[in-house]
């Protein structure tokens, strides 16, 4: 008996899968199909599949054509599976020509010409087709590596900014372009963009005219306005956080996005992080026990008389939210007490170079410490009965963590790929939000509106401890 394999992610099943896959059946007696794991294929940088693995499994199911399906997880794999199942020939489509001639040494390896015309990054496109209008001048570097991410998306294409005149310094794009892996990654569907190709709209309702989503950089104070108007217009969005300046406004929102049946998502690019997402699941199966404190620090030094600052995106406003993140999304919003200390250097504007926030839960306590104006070690330290997390700084661009106990010889270290800081990962999620109302990480509302509250409070310079 001749035993053929194959290995493909069959997203949206289509035609050109189905014809390799009877060829290659027809090479031999018993076909083997791998379907790739969604974890390898964001490792070998495949991000946009639509499909989940059980829905991309179950389709290849019903074509009958394979006789057996195993689950391709990681790079190595396929010369373990060609030694386990004794197979004789593998087979792959002529995209790989050439890519796969290292299995030579263990079986035949025959490269089936691929059919034209057909694929399933071209029916992605044609489902998605999202017009990105993008927002604001308030965060000129975040901006620009979201444009850049952009470029990483099928079917997203930036429709236009609008910015109140200040310049976007577009970051080299072609720096930030590393393929990830090795031999088996996928090509990089990414475009450089320059400028000049970036339609600049005069008013943000011209902007909204010619576009079916934004991305809002502003400033903290517009945000409001901006998501109401953009909801109003009928478009889905996408806003830096926080997404209003009181808990009230953001539900308000929320409540609008649901009526108008449109995606708002908050933009923090750390909960899209893998190993930040692995970090909560390992939390939530018990690892660690009990959480009994939760510290959180996140620091970057500027110059405290910027304009940027000044209009808004003061030390709180610049990094609370990401620091609330892992807070909010382990303990939940319903803590006992809650007490703010900041040091304003210019009161007039609420500009603090420091502020940490202390939260009582009924059985645990968390702590934050953000500042523009303070320098501190930015990890973050999550502490249980059994043992505790410890992500090194920066924590927000997390691709590893420890997890530590009394004896060091349980510890445990874990590490998990990040492209493009998170950004990449919630550029996908929203494009699937508004394509399927599925998300894979995501902010609970409550989360947002709490966000805001804590915003809320530092900003109402009664409710907070003021440094001397
Ligand atoms: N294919 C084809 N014709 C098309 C599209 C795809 O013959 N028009 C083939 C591919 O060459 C591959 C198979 O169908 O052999 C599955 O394609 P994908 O789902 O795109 O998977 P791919 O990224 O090629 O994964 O490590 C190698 C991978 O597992 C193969």
């Given at each position: ?245 009181s808990k ?68 709180i ?21 809650c007490r703010i200390?900041t ?14 926030v ?94 805001a509250n804590i915003l809320n409070i530092h900003h109402d310079k009664r409710r907070a401890?003021?440094?001397?």
């Amino acid at each position: 008996m001749k035993t053929v394999i194959t290995y493909g992610t069959y997203d949206m099943l289509h035609y050109g899968h189905i014809r390799l896959l009877e060829r290659a059946k027809k090479l031999g007696d018993y076909l083997i199909v791998g379907v790739t794991s969604e974890d390898f294929d964001r490792s070998r940088g495949k991000i946009n599949v639509q499909q989940s693995l059980m829905e991309r499994v179950e389709a290849l199911n019903a074509t009958g054509l394979a006789d057996q399906i195993i689950i391709e997880e990681y790079t190595g794999q396929k010369i373990d599976d060609i030694r386990r199942y004794n197979v004789d020939i593998f087979a792959i489509g002529s995209d790989w020509e050439g890519k796969f001639d290292y299995l030579k040494e263990f079986c035949d390896v025959v490269y089936l010409e691929r059919t034209q015309g057909i694929s399933s990054t071209d029916l992605r496109a044609k489902n998605q087709g999202i017009r990105l209008g993008i927002v604001g001048s308030g965060k000129p570097t975040v901006v620009a590596k979201y444009i850049n991410e952009c470029s990483y998306i099928n079917g997203l294409v930036i429709s236009g900014i609008f910015t109140d005149g200040e310049d976007i310094k577009l970051l080299d794009a072609s720096q930030e372009n590393v393929a990830s892996g090795g031999a088996e990654s996928v090509n990089s569907h990414s475009k450089t963009l320059k400028k000049s190709d970036l339609p600049v709209k005069n008013s943000y309702r011209e902007l909204l005219e010619d576009c079916s989503a934004v991305y809002i950089a502003s400033y903290p104070s517009e945000h409001f306005e901006q998501i109401k108007y953009a909801l109003e217009q009928g478009k889905h969005v996408l806003c830096e956080s926080p997404l209003a300046l009181s808990k009230k406004e953001v539900e308000d929102l929320f409540e609008l996005a649901a009526k108008k049946e449109l995606v708002l998502v908050e933009a923090i690019k750390t909960a899209y992080s893998m190993a930040y997402d692995r970090l909560l699941l390992l939390i939530k199966s018990g690892m660690i026990g009990d959480v009994l404190s939760i510290e959180s620090t996140c620091t970057s030094l500027a110059e405290m008389q910027n304009e940027n600052i000044l209009k808004g995106w003061n030390s709180i406003n610049t990094w609370g939210p990401t620091a609330l993140l892992p807070v909010f999304q382990i303990l939940g919003t319903d803590y006992i007490d809650c007490r703010i200390v900041t040091k304003l250097t210019d009161p007039n504007h609420n500009v603090d170079a420091y502020t940490k926030v202390s939260f009582i839960y009924k059985r645990s306590t968390a702590d934050i410490k953000v500042g523009l104006g303070m320098k501190s070690e930015g990890d973050l330290i999550i502490s249980g009965t059994k043992g505790y997390i410890y992500v090194p700084a920066p924590w927000w661009k997390t691709d590893y963590f420890e997890v530590r106990f009394e004896h060091s010889e349980n510890n445990k270290r874990y590490f998990y790929q990040l492209d493009g800081e998170g950004i990449r990962f919630e550029l996908v999620d929203f494009v699937k939000l508004i394509n399927t109302g599925y998300s894979n990480n995501y902010i609970s509302h409550k989360t947002s509106a709490e966000i805001a509250n804590i915003l809320n409070i530092h900003h109402d310079k009664r409710r907070a401890i003021l440094l001397g």
